[in-house]
């Protein structure tokens, strides 16, 4: 079987049910599915590649912290940033292709075919738009043959817009029709995340969002048919409203936990030598603490926080579906947020503390997800917001289902990322 597996950001069912209005969904078999905790992008695409959970193939989060260069990773792209047998390795050692786009970590063997924006940054400021492509020549041909190139700024920062899943969809599209798209072909559609993480699951604009990506997914459709693909399409998380905003680096600051450099009076962290840093990713934090840190004693700080949910250690491990993730790549301490609340990660007070790059859209260099690069500042120019209440969605709870629909008959036994995943990879045997 040649199968199109669309994975779509933000896609719950709770926002599905609510906004759906496409034709095509009736003629798909839908269904409520489990993601996995946490619930952001990395973990549930490795999830679905792997058909584990995290704490077995080790993505813990959007990013983590390398306890030997004492730094924070965050949007890295390897492959091999992952553990554990992809479902499809059987497939292609019988010949089968694989084909990932805009997927997370896809960069390396994995795959026969691979697209992932790769910009060069220049030295002295500026960034030259380019895509990694697998093969060397596959993105400058779909340029050519799409008639427009990939604009990054569509795909995250202040211009972010449906025209990243416009081209992204126009790109597996083109691949479908010119029978150049891999027998297994992953494709990652971005956009409404965006909009719903900007303006909240509740505003009209997340209903016109929720218009274009069925457009996409109805082309989609449409094209994997005619080329003898099946489909399946899942979301990897459910947004909810963000209402208030935790600090965890300032709660270990108060407390001495945490330390920063003062570099020309901005504050950086000092991670060589914090008993503890807190890795903020939406709803998730991972506490990591040095040797001589008491992880009950660090959690015993954010327990009675308001809005903190969980706190999860070994020792107070909590329940399925949130529950501590018993990696290496975790930390000692795992927070939860409560609905409506999701973590920061910034540790300065002052608005003249806060680093160069907080104003920036700095995606690998900031030690935390920042929800607030969607904004742009009014000064200086060419500057994101450092204002968190500004921030209309997040998500990281898994206990609102995702959807999952499929062109092809699922067992009945399958009801989350996991077991789908085990689905497919008996499916293209």
């Known amino acids: 079987m040649k199968l199109l597996v669309v994975q779509c950001a933000a896609l719950g069912s709770a926002f599905w049910k609510r906004w759906k209005s496409a034709s095509f969904w009736n003629d798909l078999e839908v269904r409520d599915a489990k993601t996995v905790f946490p619930a952001v992008t990395c973990p549930a695409q490795a999830s679905f590649r792997t058909a584990s959970d995290p704490a077995k193939h080790g993505m813990v989060a959007n990013g983590f912290f390398d306890p030997v260069l004492h730094k924070a990773f965050f949007w890295e792209q390897s492959s091999g940033l992952y553990s554990g047998k992809r479902i499809w390795e059987d497939f292609r050692r019988g010949g089968g292709t694989v084909g990932q786009i805009c997927w997370q970590q896809s960069l390396g063997t994995d795959s026969d075919l691979v697209l992932s924006p790769a910009p060069i940054h220049k030295h002295h400021g500026g960034m030259i738009q380019d895509f990694y492509a697998r093969p060397a020549t596959l993105y400058k041909d779909l340029v050519a043959s799409i008639g427009r190139s990939f604009k990054l700024q569509s795909y995250w920062g202040p211009l972010t817009s449906a025209a990243s899943t ?139 926080i308001a809005g903190i949910r969980s706190v999860l250690t070994k020792d107070e491990p909590g329940d399925a579906p949130v529950a501590y993730i018993d990696n290496p790549r975790a930390g000692e301490v795992i927070l939860e947020a409560d609905d409506g609340c999701w973590f920061a990660y910034p540790w300065w007070d002052a608005k003249a503390e806060a680093p160069d790059y907080a104003t920036h859209v700095d995606i690998h260099n900031k ?63």
């Open 166 to 304: 416009k081209w992204i969809a126009d790109a597996t599209v083109e691949l479908l029709e010119t029978g150049r798209a891999a027998d297994l072909q992953l494709t990652y559609l971005p956009h409404l995340d965006y909009e719903l993480q900007k303006n909240g699951p509740d505003s009209p604009k997340a209903n016109a969002a929720f218009q274009m990506l069925e457009d996409a997914l109805a082309e989609l459709l449409a094209a994997a048919k005619k080329a003898g693909y099946e489909t399946l399409i899942f979301g990897d998380y459910a947004m909810g409203p963000a209402e208030n905003v935790v600090y965890p680096n300032k709660i270990l600051r108060k407390a001495e936990a945490f330390r920063a450099r003062n570099v020309s009076g901005m504050l950086y962290p000092d991670l060589y030598s914090s008993a503890a840093f807190a890795l903020c990713d939406h709803q998730v934090a991972h506490i990591h603490l040095d040797a001589k840190a008491d992880p009950a004693e660090i959690a015993g700080l954010f327990k009675g």
């Open 367 to 429: 030690p935390g997800f920042d929800p607030c690069e969607l904004f742009a500042a009014l000064w200086p120019p060419f500057s994101v917001s450092t204002d968190a209440s500004r921030v209309g969605g997040t998500h990281g709870d898994p206990r609102p289902p995702i959807v999952l629909a499929s062109s092809f008959d699922l067992p009945d036994n399958v009801d989350s990322i996991v077991s789908a995943a085990a689905a497919v990879k008996n499916a293209i045997k």
